[in-house]
């Protein structure tokens, strides 16, 4: 639901831009009857590429695994994208994790600036204030973005997909959830940050209308902004 309503409310300028020109279906893969349609699907079209990007757990639950696949199309040439590879079955591909993990921000130096995510980052168990108290001088974007703890529990212990997460409200906007804007505010500020924040919150916009909490967490952010600006910042600028 992001940008113009150019044909109706489901298919919007964002929507349309990579998608125009393409016919695409629904498929319920947790359903038989969504694997078997897949398998004719397959066949039926003659597919020379399968790709997928779910963790690889997953693949033959879903009946998306090469040998299911394979067996609608022996030629069929196929793909799994995940965040590091069959070896890590059931590590999703969450940004944060996979810095860490790659060790980037230890062979890169400050040409290369950091996007801070405040929700990605707590969601993928990192301490958000720790986090950005670390890297700070190298930020150059910011994402404010606000979590709900007792649903990010229960999609680790459901095992949720990230979109099922999403559905499920693990995100909302700054003011609405558990992280300490002030204390993350409070360090840009200290630090000379003259970038953007932007408020965002990965939400169903059926349960959460979109602009009500957008107007909330700008008004969150600017309460926040305004009350540090009445103090000069504690370290040197920038």
């Given at each position: 639901y992001i940008g113009r309503n150019a044909v109706d409310d489901d298919r919007r300028t964002y929507f349309v831009a990579?998608?125009?020109?393409k016919e695409a279906i629904a498929l319920n893969l947790k359903d038989p009857r969504g694997r078997e349609a897949l398998a004719r699907i397959v066949r039926a079209l003659d597919v020379d590429v399968f790709c997928c990007n779910?963790?690889?757990?997953?693949?033959?639950?879903?009946?998306?695994?090469?040998?299911?696949?394979?067996a609608a199309k022996p030629d069929l040439v196929w793909a799994g994208i995940?965040?590091?590879?069959?070896?890590?079955?059931?590590?999703?591909?969450?940004?944060?994790?996979?810095?860490?993990?790659?060790?980037?921000?230890?062979?890169?130096g400050d040409e290369v600036g950091l996007l801070f995510d405040s929700g990605h980052m707590t969601f993928a168990g990192g301490d958000a204030v720790a986090m950005l108290g670390r890297h700070v001088a190298r930020v150059c974007h910011v994402h404010c973005k606000d979590v709900r703890p007792y649903v990010i529990r229960l999609a680790r212990n459901r095992n949720w997909s990230f979109l099922e997460s999403v559905i499920n409200g693990a995100?909302?906007?700054p003011g609405d959830g558990a992280i300490d804007f002030p204390a993350l505010l409070g360090i840009l500020h200290d630090h000379g940050y003259r970038g953007w924040l932007v408020v965002e919150a990965e939400q169903d916009p059926a349960v959460a209308p979109s602009y009500e909490y957008a107007e909330k967490g700008f008004r969150t952010l600017r309460g926040i902004v305004d009350a540090l600006a009445a103090h000069p910042p504690r370290t040197h600028a920038r």
């Open positions: 990579p998608n125009v020109g779910t963790v690889p757990r997953r693949y033959q639950q879903l009946g998306i695994d090469y040998a299911t696949l394979a995940s965040a590091l590879g069959p070896a890590y079955p059931d590590v999703p591909g969450y940004d944060p994790v996979l810095q860490a993990m790659a060790g980037l921000m230890e062979v890169t995100f909302t906007v």
